[in-house]
């Protein structure tokens, strides 16, 4: 169900900044491209560094609405890329 949403990518291994505040720490946003349940795997577009994402252990989903139209573009980054300029 996530497939296609943005997400946060987060980590619980930070520490917390307060006894009071005990949310796991937000790296960035991500797009997630597909989901591979057998393998295991999400496959995400973001713009977190590798070093930083071999930290994440938590997906926040994500209540933001991409327009239908970006669905309908062909499969590549430059046309994404393209179609979100336009909006």
Do not use: Y
């Not at 169900?1 to 720490?25: D, K, M, R």
């Not at 989901?35 to 590798?50: E, F, Q």
């Not at 994500?62 to 300029?85: E, H, K, M, W, Y």
Request: with cysteine.
């Amino acid at each position: 169900f996530l497939a296609g949403t943005i997400v946060g990518i987060g980590s619980s291994s930070s520490v917390p900044l307060s006894t009071e505040c005990s949310s796991p720490w937000c790296m960035g946003l991500g797009f997630v491209k597909a989901i591979d349940i057998p393998g295991d795997c999400i496959h995400l577009i973001t713009p977190v560094p590798h070093q930083l994402l071999e930290n994440v252990d938590i997906i926040f989903p994500s209540c933001i609405a991409l327009p239908d139209g970006l669905f309908q573009v062909p499969n590549t980054v430059d046309d994404i890329t393209a179609r979100l300029r336009d909006l």
